[in-house]
């Protein structure tokens, strides 16, 4: 498997396309993206398990019954959430994209992102449908991933290359992050799309299984959006035999999806909200799969060490702390904590209590912008990561005053 | 009832005093206090469900076995706990402070605060326990609210009179805050006296009812202390009837203890690491109890909600979203959301959905420094309250480098 360029263009006949349509009034931010399959797609989706949801979801939801979509249409800056006319706008937006590429409105894909109880009008959607059709290029995948973006600072996308039965495939992803972002649903946005031939319920499948261990253990600030959602189109032009069931072929894709999916956690917790570092928590030595997860999301999310880390300080009793009230069944005497980046790697706590170590040395690993907390609980076989970020400044500046 | 002066030194036979031993480094902040009261005490306690606990719980947890206390003694600047030498050191302090007092070791309450994981000397408490008694009086209040102080801003202490079986009653307390506070445990540390006469049973089940909807309302960062206790001592030297069951009296002392036990936790969240604003969510219409203490608990918690109440940012979709997740049994849309302080009360989500309300209305309500967020289910006939505070710029501050 490789690295490849082309984000969520890579994989054989898909094209994407980002335009400024007017929904925010930064006229050079775009906030419309379309992601296009010139043939009908196996589709899966997860959602947001908020009760909160935006009206995008349950109108994706009715289309992806079938198993099959064409095109992801997706805006930023209005979330089209707690709106009286909310399903009609996200109806409507399918409507009219629908027509400008000549399919069916139930093989879209809808999506917005931004804030959460703002009137929305459709206006302009119609205005921005037919320069968004005409600007599909295999070379979009940047304005795409530009359009879903909202407080996010960088572009999100990734794309790998492998091979099942012989042929060549590709699975290439975008997200947006950065806030309102924690564990226990489909966080955030996600659009992955693929060339591989598979079913759509071993689509979903393999992307149910995945998210456990991927965007389900990634946290930036313990709000569970309304709007989350991750969905893979895979589109069959690879054309390798048709995976229907569990084996050699899906096992492949599974380990190809998950580094896409990996690769994407790491860059929107990289990239949370005000964030300078990112949080990597590897915990192993669990009793049970269920206490490893429990304790690597507990020390991502615990805001006196995100603060922490922000300072560069190995104030470790943070993540003794974190680990204790997280719930999972640990001997805390057992507990071993180091921190590593690629500076270096120091121990801080033996066996649940304090060791001897240079401030200095800690001081150098953790002003990295990407460190790991290792801990082992050396009380079973069970081992899992969660990522998160540090708490900033910047996050209190961006959520401080985030409508106007 | 009425509230009075003279904090945990305003019921009959208690003094205080507070020192500086030598535990921090700053010789200006106290940080050692003593509470005592001139005759054994009923005793009730309640601790925190960190699975890491720091030594003084232990220690304190066995001395209290029998019900019964003397006196408190607290440090700041260091928690004992996850030290090899933590329940030894805790149990030669209360030697120490016993010797000196001329009382029993296993009468004495002990606690820390401060950061975990440092090495703890005896050498302070040996040098601090003489002068500490003999500062003992009846205004030592102040002293021994501020030698328990860590990031603490301002002193916490509060006292109510009141009568029982035509006697005058005082319950007093103290608290530290201000930050590893989050609902479900016994947070942060509080020391409450009171002369009314009354057998450690019924203080322990007047404690334990009360913090359900007092202190485990209280959130300011989601983080669980490990060293977090509320006691109680009753010395009885009001010298009403002896209260031994539930009835009239119970009914008196326990809304008076609530008193104490409410303005504590308002003081606490108004002072809450970093804060600027106190939050209060008043969640009324829920199905059932837990489900309006479940709403209302997450309201306070959001990271996004904290923030934007620190921008004084009407942003209601972050209620909304943090009701949506949770967990709570709600319908989405019958909930209200309003606004309110001292400067107004203003609507601003009916139905689940936004209404049109003046920007500059709501600005100026949430400009105030109390603020309280008002959800209606109308789904039910439960309320609850919680408390809490804004996200600031010195929250990261002061915990981006909290040890040094």
């Given at each position: 498997m490789k690295m490849i360029n082309?984000?969520?263009?890579?994989?054989?006949g898909f094209t994407a396309s980002g335009v400024h349509c007017?929904?925010?009034?930064?006229?050079?931010?775009?906030d419309l993206s379309l992601i296009y399959s010139e043939v009908p797609a196996a589709a899966a989706a997860v959602y947001t398990t908020?009760?909160?949801?935006?009206a995008p979801l349950t109108v994706t939801k009715d289309h992806l019954a079938d198993g099959y979509a064409q095109a992801v249409i997706c805006n930023s800056g209005?979330?089209?959430?707690?709106?009286?006319?909310g399903i009609e706008i996200a109806e409507q937006t399918c409507s009219l994209i629908a027509a400008e590429l000549g399919?069916?409105?139930?093989d879209i894909v809808v999506a917005s992102t931004g804030v959460i109880g703002q009137k929305m009008s459709i206006e302009p959607f119609e205005k921005g449908v037919k320069p968004l059709v005409n600007a599909l290029?295999?070379?979009g995948c940047d304005d795409a991933a530009e359009g879903i973006?909202?407080?996010?600072?960088v572009k999100k996308e990734v794309a790998v290359e492998f091979e099942i039965d012989g042929k060549i495939c590709t699975i290439g992803g975008i997200a947006k992050g950065s806030g309102m972002i924690h564990p226990n649903m489909a966080t955030m946005l996600v659009f992955i799309t693929s060339d591989v031939n598979i079913s759509p319920e071993m689509l979903q499948s393999a992307l149910s299984s995945d998210i456990q261990n991927t965007f389900n253990m990634l946290?930036?600030?313990g709000d569970t959006s309304t709007n989350d959602m991750v969905t893979v189109l895979a589109?069959?032009?690879?054309?390798?035999?048709?995976?229907?069931?569990?084996?050699d072929d899906f096992k492949i894709f599974m380990t190809a999806l998950n580094t896409v999916t990996v690769t994407l956690c790491r860059m929107i917790a990289g990239d949370?909200?005000?964030?300078?570092k990112l949080l990597e928590c590897s915990v192993s030595g669990a009793k049970t799969l269920c206490d490893a997860k429990t304790v690597a999301k507990s020390v991502v999310c615990s805001s006196l060490l995100k603060a922490a880390m922000f300072g560069a300080d190995a104030n470790w009793g943070r993540v003794l702390c974190a680990i204790g009230y997280s719930g999972a069944d640990v001997d805390v005497n057992k507990i071993d904590v180091y921190f590593e980046s690629k500076a270096g790697k120091i121990k801080v706590c033996e066996k649940g209590a304090g060791v001897d170590f240079s401030e200095d040395e800690a001081k150098k690993i953790l002003t990295e912008n990407e460190i790991d907390i290792i801990v082992d609980?050396?009380?079973?076989?069970f081992s899992s990561k969660a990522w998160g970020c540090d708490l900033t400044y910047d996050y209190v500046k961006i959520n401080g005053d985030y409508r106007t």
């Open positions: 082309g984000g969520i263009c890579a994989a054989k007017g929904i925010r009034h930064n006229k050079i931010k775009k908020n009760l909160v949801k935006g209005n979330a089209n959430t707690c709106n009286s006319n399919i069916k409105a139930d290029s295999k070379n973006m909202t407080t996010d600072t946290s930036i600030d589109n069959g032009l690879a054309n390798n035999k048709k995976i229907t069931e569990k084996g949370g909200e005000g964030a300078t609980l050396n009380d079973g076989d």
